[in-house]
């Protein structure tokens, strides 16, 4: 199992099969390492664990700040390359979304953050061309699984 402390002398992480003495709040991570950049669900609210050429880091897991960019209430599908290129930074998917089509967002070099309902499928390389996407979302959702698979995403559950 992974932990994770933060004592006066800085950050430590490692791997543990018993909680380390010596931390003075300890974290606990309780997911494992889902790829190259890849989000942690911590037993300690607002923690998160991120791991980027193989260097783990924790990190104080983002609030989903105010979307720039909403879909209507009734979008049930986001088309193949809908929105590549568009200026946003913070987009909010709406529950009756079904799917996210091949390239949605596309080079969409603002977007840093994304809520995803549970019930909405993504595309092919949703992401493809944007740095690090925040996807929030619901722990076993295909926006999960997605951000599995993806270099680019850090899932954050909510």
């Not at 089509?101 to 595309?123: E, N």
């Amino acid at each position: 199992m992974v932990y994770a402390f933060a004592p006066s002398e800085g950050l430590h992480v490692g791997l543990s099969s018993t909680i380390l003495t010596s931390a003075e709040t300890p974290v606990t991570l309780v997911t494992g390492v889902l790829g190259a950049v890849r989000g942690f669900t911590s037993d300690k609210a607002g923690y998160m664990m991120i791991e980027n050429n193989g260097t783990l880091k924790l990190a104080v897991a983002p609030a989903f700040l105010a979307p720039d960019f909403t879909l209507p209430v009734d979008a049930a599908v986001i088309e193949e390359s809908a929105f590549e290129g568009a200026n946003m930074s913070v987009a909010f998917i709406p529950d009756g979304c079904e799917i996210i089509g091949d390239h949605a967002f596309k080079d969409c070099l603002s977007l840093t953050q994304i809520r995803i309902p549970y019930s909405c499928a993504l595309g092919a390389d949703v992401f493809d061309g944007c740095g690090t996407v925040f996807v929030f979302g619901t722990a076993g959702s295909a926006a999960e699984a997605y951000c599995a698979a993806h270099d680019n995403c850090v899932f954050v559950a909510e």
